[in-house]
């Protein structure tokens, strides 16, 4: 980096919002612009979004972020996205075959259940790294080629395209130029050969997907492309990192030290520690890539729970927050919890499309038990809070089998983390401390950190000063101790989802 060229611009397109934020060269940020995303279900278990929609919000907020700095700083771009979400479009036009299918989205279970049925679960689990779920991107993109005329076919041949949201937007960054993705995002698709870092010609064959219709997979911190032909956004300008959402979170809290194990509390929660290798024989739980740096593959050992600020959000509907504004509804998620001394025995379960890990039951469905006269509104938003805490907790409990696995300290970032209340509950519960980054934009600084990387080569303590400070939760050990029992009867609500029951008589 030379000259007046010393801003990154971080896109970090989630599932609800696409956000920009541009970063100085001391890793400080100084500008960032946000556009909300909608999201459709259709169908019971179904979700999805426009492909369009996600591509005009990245470019808008972009734009401004540019504009904002100016252009002649701007050294380059770099990307975290959703994962696991899927879109395939036509590489002559570069249509959309259908909307993009959303890591939330259950409709492939019928297909993941065959696979269970045929034994290849274990096959796949010891390939992949990933147990079969409709979560993961696979059994999204066969669904995606099944949905159209010809789609298979039409694959064979490379005229569709298929990948993960950092391969869409690259590819609309660059004007078709650009057809890749990195490795975090490549793991996450049921499709790359953990052992080897490619894509698994039996995992295609298995999941009925041409290697013609997938990207090039990269190193996370390298040159994927440059910007061309877009409002607002100079030709040229160098995308130097792509890395899935929560991975650039973990980059950015710790760079990957042990101990420190990543909670990234958003609409869903991805619970993340960095591993030292890639074997791992715990069914619950996946093993991924963490990312490429350019130089070393780092492995994360890591728990989906699709259901967390997704389940405070439905609990603020159906009690009647949602007529506040985002401040006073701020204010109310930190008073109403602490305004009751428990939830009356209220557990809320929010398997809203399924239950991920450890569980993983797409069938289960949302539970509220527990329910007495005495039950006001503040006892069931105390329970929504809770059940994030302890759907971590289940989470942090099944990696303890991991031979690797140490904690130190709960990492955590994401919009719910705000919440102090919230904070404190997560500490007392797992009796660790829990240390907030003081800065909500970690997976957009993750992902630029992996940028000035490529831009300039740089030792593991010159990346560590760019590390920013996090606020600490100590636990309450002698609240721990209590809400252990409290923990085990969440998990006998839990159970009561996972029952199998008989459909109804008509």
Sequence with gaps: ???????????????????????DGHGNVIAKFSQALTIQTPREGWVEQSGEMLIAASVQVIAQAIAHVGAERVAALAISNQRETAIGWYRSSGQPLTSAITWQCS???????????????????????????????????????????????????GEICLGTIDSWLLWNLTQGKAFACDYSNAARTQLLNLQQAGWDDEMLKIFHIPRAALPDIRPSSSLFGYTEGLNGIPDGIPIMSMVGDSHAALFGHAMGELGRVKATYGTGSSVMAPVTSAQCNIDSL???????????????????????????????????????????????????????????????????????????????RGLICGLSRGVKRAHLIRAALESITYQIADVVLAMRQHSDFTLSALMVDGGPTCNDWLMQYQADLLGCPVMRSDIPELSAIGAALLARKALSPMTQAEMKSYVSAHSTFHPDMQRHGRLQKRWHEWRHAVERTLEKTSPPVA
Excluded at 4 to 19: H, P
Excluded at 307 to 314: I, S
Excluded at 330 to 343: E, G, I, K, Q, R
Aim: with cysteine; net charge negative; charged share 20%.
């Design 1 to 23: 980096m030379s000259g007046l060229k010393d801003i990154v611009i971080a896109l970090d397109e989630g599932t609800t919002n696409a956000k920009a934020v541009a970063l």
């Design 107 to 157: 409709r492939t279970a019928d297909f993941c259940e065959g696979l269970r049925r045929d034994n290849l679960a274990a096959h796949i689990k010891a390939t992949t790294g990933l147990p079969v779920a409709p979560l993961f991107s696979a059994s999204k993109m066969r669904w995606l080629l099944e949905s159209v005329p010809n789609g298979f076919a039409l694959a064979e041949q």
């Design 286 to 364: 996946a093993t991924t890539i963490a990312w490429h740096d350019g130089q070393t593959m780092v492995f994360g050992l890591e728990g989906n729970i699709p259901h967390t600020g997704d389940a405070v959000a439905w609990m603020v509907d159906m009690t009647g927050l949602d007529a506040l504004s985002k401040d006073e509804l701020a204010d109310a998620l930190t008073t109403l919890p602490a305004s009751v001394d428990s939830t009356l025995g209220v557990y809320f379960v929010p398997a809203l499309t399924g239950l991920g890990a450890p569980w993983w039951s797409e069938n289960a």
